[in-house]
């Protein structure tokens, strides 16, 4: 299948998963709980939207390699790269937290990886029917529509996403942050960085920033805000970034340098 083709099977698979995700958040009280470590968890509802996505990637495109959160143990970064092929790199649930809480701030988040690059990101929210969704080039959308970051300049004049790790030094983020409130920003966490980099794509959100992320949190959403206009560091530019993760920092593009400075203290 062409790029094209890859990029409408992108969409048509994350609706479908959100959509299997959205009948277990309906049914909270059947779900069993499995403990990840601290502040992370995942249910059967992860791990069977998972499935969703590798069977029908695997269907459809047998040649690539999939790195899922749920399975990322199996993924070897190393023979992907040389094999040259393509990645698809998937969180079944981003906001897994909210999600078992009944807090509908959770999503599912899947791109497509060549080397170093996204070439197509998607962000699907069930609970407001929301598909975020761009390929490299041809500029990102919202439900069809085109769609761009915020115009607004500094980090005064919106809300500024902040994400939290447990792989970093809380330091890592209380920093930035009380240099965020102390240039009169104004911050915000929903518990979901993919939903939240969607958000500043969208132009909700005038940037974020997450110490550490892993990339299936975070490769389809910079993909979305650097196609909607906006701007962020090159998450990838490590060899390993994509099992072990990078700091994120994006922002519509009249924030990002200020905001920028103030992540760099």
Not at 138 to 160: D, E, R, W, Y
Not at 181 to 190: K, L, N, P, T, V
Not at 201 to 220: C, K, T, V
């Amino acid at each position: 299948m062409n790029k094209k083709n890859r990029f409408d099977f992108a969409c048509q698979i994350t609706k479908q998963a959100g959509e299997l995700a959205l009948g277990y958040y309906a049914n909270l009280s059947s779900l069993t709980i499995q403990d990840k470590g601290v502040q992370d968890m995942a249910t059967e509802a992860d791990v069977n939207t998972e499935n969703l996505i590798r069977a029908a990637i695997e269907e459809n495109y047998p040649e690539d390699n999939f790195l899922g959160e749920e399975s990322y143990e199996k993924f070897d970064s190393k023979e992907a790269l040389r094999l040259g092929n393509g990645t698809w790199v998937v969180d079944p649930i981003d906001g897994t937290q909210p999600f078992v809480c009944g807090i509908p701030s959770w999503c599912i988040s899947l791109s497509y990886i060549v080397g170093k690059k996204v070439e197509i990101g998607v962000i699907y929210d069930p609970n407001t029917d929301e598909l975020f969704a761009a390929q490299a080039g041809q500029g990102a959308t919202l439900n069809g529509k085109p769609m761009h970051a915020s115009s607004v300049q500094g980090v005064k004049n919106g809300l500024i996403g902040i994400g939290f790790s447990n792989r970093v030094s809380p330091q890592a983020t209380l920093g930035p942050l009380a240099r965020l409130i102390d240039a009169d920003g104004m911050f915000h966490r929903c518990g979901s960085g993919a939903l939240s980099l969607a958000y500043v794509a969208s132009g909700r959100l005038i940037g974020y920033f997450e110490p550490h992320m892993n990339a299936w949190d975070f490769s389809a959403g910079i993909l979305l805000v650097t196609e909607a206009g906006g701007c962020s560091n090159d998450c990838l530019a490590e060899d390993n970034a994509l099992v072990d993760g990078a700091m994120v920092l994006a922002a519509a593009a009249g924030v990002y340098e200020p905001l920028q400075a103030i992540v760099n203290g």
